[in-house]
């Protein structure tokens, strides 16, 4: 344990996802040892990211205004939908230049062990926008891990009714992992090839 304020940072950068105590203690230390500017720079742009910086009404993708810079494209195929977890999956997906449609920010994946249902995601908003028939295609695009496939299969179950096409992106993504992970060759691959989700 350490003092008053260095034990408050070390605590606070322990609560970011990925960083375990030891990681937590050398970030601290980093941190102390900086140049005083490049540390004002880095709390800045913290802050100001959480000012800046908001989610679209329309597809809760990262937006600076009040709907996000996709949404607000006309040349984007607003027939076509892809369903993704989270808005890192949307720039994963960008990046293929394999998809010319628009995007639904789930905010997550269902995961009872972690307390998320379907309610604690941006579903019941996903289901209001399909409502005025101007999208014709679903592609789902959750992450190929049990809570992206459970998340999957749950939108299919829901959106089946609906008279839509639902799609699901072609096997090869690499199993057990993150979306965003995928190098592009593969993830474009997996969207040309999508298929009918059962
Ligand atoms: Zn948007």
């Not at 006309?74 to 994963?92: G, N, T």
């Not at 998809?99 to 998320?116: E, K, N, T």
């Not at 179950?157 to 090869?172: C, D, K, N, W, Y």
Request: glycine fraction near 10%; hydrophobic fraction near 40%; proline fraction near 5%.
């Amino acid at each position: 344990m350490y003092e008053g304020v260095v034990q408050d940072l070390i605590d606070e950068l322990g609560r970011l996802p990925g960083v375990g105590p030891k990681s937590a203690q050398r970030i601290a230390f980093h941190l102390l040892q900086a140049d005083p500017a490049d540390v004002r720079r880095l709390a800045e742009v913290l802050i100001e990211v959480k000012d800046k910086v908001k989610f679209c009404s329309v597809c809760f993708n990262v937006a600076e205004d009040d709907q996000c810079r996709i949404c607000r494209d006309p040349r984007r195929d607003p027939s076509v939908l892809c369903v993704v977890e989270e808005y890192k999956d949307v720039v994963a997906i960008e990046r293929t230049r394999e998809f010319r449609g628009r995007y639904h920010v789930l905010g997550g994946a269902i995961s009872p062990i972690d307390g998320i249902g379907p309610e604690q995601l941006h579903i019941r908003e996903l289901l209001t926008r399909l409502g005025d028939g101007t999208v014709t295609e679903v592609i789902l695009a959750t992450d190929p891990n049990l809570e992206g496939e459970a998340t999957a299969t749950y939108l299919t179950r829901m959106l089946g009714p609906l008279g839509l096409r639902v799609t699901r992106l072609a096997s090869g993504l690499p199993v057990g992992g993150d979306l965003e992970y995928a190098d592009e060759v593969t993830l474009g691959r997996a969207f040309v090839g999508r298929q009918t989700a059962t």
